[in-house]
């Protein structure tokens, strides 16, 4: 038997004899290269000495790199907190109303992050309902801006986030272990924290790391509340403001260095080590160990007070949008919703639909094409890609952002002031999630069954559209979904690239609200919601139980 050749010259032989794969690899490349590559390349050559010099030199950037750090820690901190025990007392608890409490957590995920600042300001910023009546009938001034406010808005934006993350690694710890452990004398606190807990400390992890990523980004929270607390994503968009480019470019770099390092991180943790309970399928008939009845008052009441909190948010903007000044006007009115989401003249919700639809089609489409050909075709320079194309998940989108505008602002590629930037950010986001979650369901699949179809004449693409994408079809609609409603809601990572022509929802809330005009930026976010919303019934429609979206 012939051994088979290796090498890259082979595999570039093979690959020559594909001209499918050929041009898929070679598109890949390209868009890689032009799009994630070369802006990174643009905006460190766009700084010089002086640039460097300044940031370090003024003591107001190390104030905000410093403010960015502790924010970004503590709302990430307490926003896994949360979402841990929410998520315990989901799967580990007897209190009623479950089903109830995982609407509540899915309910942010329709929202704008940004939308908690305005709700926010709403209920407790200097004209907020709460302030005014806690000053009218206890005389008592609130004063949240700044890090108290900011660190409260935080863990309630990027709460469901954590919780999501932990609540995938609790479901799929096995009793098995809990209750052998129980059975050897562990009980309460001892068993919770020698089992449970180290099971499920891959996730908490995780959800720490991932949702600081997103406090490091975060720009239309820190900009609306954060007062005289600056942070470095609301000094760059200073800088951009007064055409500093070098400046903005230089905070840019200095903003990624920490978020490369929490990437890192996170995937030296999750790398290291097993945490699984290799005790294969549980016992028959065997039940979880639940919480003690006291615990589970305690629980129901703490996941009481957040869905609360959650629930105050959506009403206060939904009595802004639908009232002519709520608090002092409380006539309800459609006025709002007609003036900037139904008119013309205000297609901010119409673009962020648009938009979002087709950014999300290419980047489930591009993490298509990426995780087939990394995962089935062997070509020079595949840990090149791999590595580009999981890179723009660890740099926060404040940079993505920045790094496009300075790079296609000028030539030789002018796209400044086009939808076709947007779409591009926005895919940049979410295509190596797509990437990702398409890798892992690739590797389920075996390869024998492409090379039969292979063996009976079809080329790549076609083994890609007839056998492939319909074995896989779950985990792509699942991919878009998550693409289209982060799309919707995104802000920081398109701050710097939208036009008067493609201004799109979350930038609106956040004129309006940093204006002043609570109600239209209640008005928008509404016209969001009810579009995003209506977007996945359309989807949970078409593909019924092939994805769940509204399933709790």
């Known amino acids: 038997m012939m051994k088979e050749k290796k090498g890259a010259g082979e595999s570039f032989k093979r690959l020559l004899k594909d001209p499918s794969s050929l041009v898929l690899v070679l598109t890949s490349f390209i868009f890689l290269i032009l799009f994630v590559i070369y ?63 995982r609407f509540i957590a899915f309910l942010p995920l329709l929202a704008p992050s940004v939308m908690s600042g305005l709700a926010f300001l709403l209920l407790f910023g200097r004209g907020g309902f709460i302030s005014q009546w806690l000053r009218s009938n ?32 609790l479901r799929s710890i096995s009793p098995n272990l809990e209750v052998a452990a129980q059975n050897l004398g562990a009980r309460g606190f001892k068993l ?29 929270n820190p900009k609306l509340i954060g007062g005289n607390y600056s942070l470095l994503a609301v000094e760059i968009y200073g800088e951009i403001i007064n055409n500093e480019p070098g400046l903005a470019s230089v905070m840019g770099i200095i903003l990624v260095i920490p978020a490369l390092l929490v990437f890192w991180l996170q995937n030296k943790v999750l790398a290291k080590g097993s945490y699984s309970t290799v005790t294969g399928k549980p016992v028959a008939g065997l039940n979880r160990v639940t919480t003690s009845k006291r615990t589970d008052w305690l629980l129901f009441l703490f996941n009481s007070l957040i869905s ?72 020079p320079g595949k840990k090149a890609l791999d590595f580009s194309a ?17 790079a296609f602002s000028k030539g030789p590629i002018i796209l400044q002031g086009s939808a076709i930037l947007i779409v591009i950010a926005m895919l940049l986001k979410q295509m190596p999630v797509s990437y990702r979650g398409l890798t892992a369901a690739f590797k389920q699949v075996d390869k024998s069954i492409e090379e039969a179809s292979t063996n009976l004449g079809a080329n790549s693409n076609k083994t890609l559209g007839t056998i492939v994408f319909p074995m896989l079809q779950k985990t792509i609609v699942a991919n878009f979904v998550y693409a289209f409603m982060k799309n919707m809601n995104t802000l920081s990572t398109i701050i710097f690239l939208i036009t008067p022509k493609w201004v799109v929802a979350a930038v609106s809330i956040f004129n309006y609200a940093e204006t002043g005009t609570y109600y239209w930026a209640a008005a928008v976010a ?21 994805v769940k979206i509204f399933d709790f």
């Open 39 to 101: 802006p990174l390349i643009v905006i460190v050559f766009t700084t010089d000495g002086s640039d460097w010099s300044t940031f370090f030199t003024k003591p107001r950037y190390g104030t905000a790199l410093l403010n960015t750090i502790v924010s970004s820690t503590l709302s990430a901190l307490t926003a896994t907190v949360f979402g841990f025990i929410y998520a315990y007392s989901i799967h580990y608890s007897n209190i009623k109303g479950k089903k109830f409490f």
């Open 138 to 169: 206890f005389g008592v001034e609130l004063d949240l801006y700044g890090l108290p406010g900011l660190w409260i808005v935080q863990t309630i934006s990027y709460f469901p986030l954590a919780y999501m993350t932990i609540t995938s690694v």
């Open 192 to 220: 919770f924290r020698t089992i449970t807990l180290k099971l499920a400390l891959p996730g908490v992890v995780n959800a720490f790391l991932l949702v600081a990523i997103n406090c490091f980004a975060d720009f239309g």
């Open 308 to 379: 609360l909190m959650i629930i105050a948010m959506f009403l206060i903007t939904i009595l802004y949008a639908f009232t002519r000044n709520f608090g002092r006007d409380n006539t309800f009115t459609l006025d709002h919703l007609q003036k900037v989401v139904f008119s013309s003249s205000s297609p901010a919700v119409m673009n962020s639909l648009v938009l979002s639809l087709i950014s999300a089609l290419l980047a489930v489409g591009l993490g298509l094409v990426l995780s087939y050909i990394i995962t089935r075709k062997p070509f």
């Open 390 to 406: 999981v890179l723009p998940i660890a740099l926060p989108g404040t940079f993505v952002g920045l790094a496009l505008i300075v």
């Open 526 to 546: 509404v016209g969001l919601m009810g579009a995003t919303l209506g977007t996945l019934g359309i989807i949970k429609l078409i593909f019924r139980d092939k």
